[in-house]
């Protein structure tokens, strides 16, 4: 089997933890809304899922969570609090670093939203690192749905075994399977690592 030409990364519990119970700790207070009501509202929710599938702008989605938690406070406030629910995972970091300083090309495929990817991008400096970005409400799909891969394989001009795929979800990184993509189902980054260095025929770190 030859060897993929390039390494596509989730964000969400791959490169980043993310823990929606911090924003529903900031925001509720404002609300009328309890935190656990709040993350409710928020975290994995039908409203999330039509922001980031682009059926909502940020300013909409905002006046959503607004109309229907009785919240108070301002958009940037919100859109601050908001984002503000994740924390690197270094070791997955450094295995991105690890394919740029072999050469090879990365991308991010990701279910995410507009104020998340604004967030993100101001505190994480390694996001400039990819070779481009598949984010779902710009595309207007979500993983696992078809069109999202189909986007992804436009992008990168690969497909099947060319493209090796980390992603948290089990059913994510089926979807990729079935289009003859090589992956795995992210865990533990030992078992990434390992994976990785195997599919990419790595005899060293060196």
């Known amino acids: 089997m030859s060897t993929p030409q390039a390494a596509v990364f989730d964000i969400?519990?791959?490169?980043?933890?993310?823990d929606f119970q911090r924003c529903a700790d900031q925001l509720?207070?404002?609300?009328?809304?309890?935190?656990?009501?709040?993350?409710?509202l928020v975290d994995q929710s039908p409203l999330l899922h039509r922001y980031e599938t682009g059926r909502l702008t940020s300013l909409e989605f905002y006046s959503e969570v607004r109309r229907i938690s009785?919240?108070?406070?301002?958009?940037?406030?919100?859109?601050?609090?908001?984002?503000?629910?994740?924390?690197?995972?270094p070791q997955m970091t450094a295995l991105l670093a690890e394919f740029r300083r072999r050469g090879i090309p990365t991308y991010i495929f990701s279910?995410?939203?507009e104020l998340a990817v604004?967030?993100?991008r101001a505190r994480y400096p390694f996001l400039a690192d990819f070779n481009g970005f598949i984010f779902?409400?710009?595309?207007?799909?979500?993983?696992?749905?078809?069109?999202?891969y189909e986007a992804l394989e436009r992008l990168t001009g690969l497909s099947g075994h060319q493209l090796f795929y980390m992603d948290d979800r089990p059913e994510n990184v089926e979807a990729g399977l079935v289009r003859g993509w090589r992956g795995v189902?992210?865990?533990d980054p030992v078992v990434t690592w390992r994976t990785a260095e195997e599919v990419f025929g790595w005899t060293g770190r060196g």
């Open 185 to 187: 189902v992210h865990s």
């Open 28 to 40: 509720s207070p404002d609300s009328a809304m309890t935190p656990a009501e709040f993350r409710q």
């Open 12 to 18: 969400g519990k791959v490169l980043l933890d993310f």
């Open 136 to 148: 779902s409400f710009e595309v207007g799909a979500m993983k696992p749905q078809r069109p999202i």
């Open 70 to 89: 009785g919240y108070q406070g301002a958009f940037d406030s919100f859109a601050s609090q908001f984002a503000d629910i994740f924390t690197e995972i």
């Open 118 to 120: 604004r967030w993100m």
């Open 111 to 113: 279910n995410t939203n």
